[in-house]
């Protein structure tokens, strides 16, 4: 066990021991825990209580059916939240990879809003160029590294404040900060590899 776990998350330690060894009421104690703050942070991402509710079942489906493998390096907490925050942007992204511009991956962070979904109605000229748009954003973010995807999603698509997924991720503010300013250098990489390939086919 980490020396460094606060008491809270050594009492979940030795609950998720008793888990691993089949024991029931471990389990329902883990989740009285834990259900309301993930049902709370679902609800957030997705914006629908009947959605959250059920991706708040769903991660503890799939943190009871993988306990094994959560390992005391760092709090239960951190592992749950984290599976969590994985089930709602895979959710986010089946449901509503809407329209996002390609237009600016800029490393001044002043430009960086110019990425951002577009709700808007629009004729179906518009709509058919935003799709390729989003298709093509979303083609170039699912070959950034999962925490890169993770980052993107959240800063992007759900529109949250760096103070927000810092404390969503439990990330230090600065980490979440030169990790979003990386993934921003990473897409920009691949769609100027993308605009070279194309230019060398002519």
């Known amino acids: 066990m980490n020396p460094n776990f606060s008491a809270n998350a050594r009492n979940d330690f030795l609950l998720v ?6 024991d029931q009421k471990a389990y329902a104690e883990l989740m009285q825990r834990y259900k309301d703050s993930i049902y709370f942070m679902a609800i957030k991402m997705v914006n629908n209580k009947d959605d959250a509710m059920d991706l708040t079942v769903e991660t503890f489906g799939k943190a009871f059916e993988n306990i ?39 490393e001044d962070d002043k430009d960086e809003k110019q990425l951002q979904i577009a709700s808007d109605s629009l004729n ?20 950034l590294p999962q925490r890169y995807r993770t980052l993107i999603t959240l800063r992007y698509y759900d529109e949250q404040s760096y103070e927000e997924i810092a ?19 990473l897409m920009s990489n691949i769609m100027n590899r993308r605009k070279k390939n194309l230019r060398s086919d002519f």
Not at 17 to 22: E, L, P, S, V, Y
Not at 124 to 143: A, N, R
Not at 167 to 183: E, H, I, N, S, W
């Open 167 to 185: 404390q969503q991720l439990d990330l230090p503010l600065g980490t979440v900060k030169a990790q979003l300013f990386r993934a921003r250098d």
């Open 17 to 22: 021991i008793r888990a691993k060894d089949g």
């Open 124 to 143: 179906p000229e518009q709509t058919s160029i935003k799709k390729q748009e989003s298709e093509k954003l979303k083609s170039i973010v699912d070959q």
């Open 68 to 106: 094994e493998k959560y390992k005391p390096d760092f709090a239960f907490s951190t592992w749950l939240f984290r599976i969590a925050t994985n089930n709602c942007i895979d959710f986010i992204r089946k449901k509503r990879l809407n329209v996002v511009s390609l237009q600016t991956l800029s």
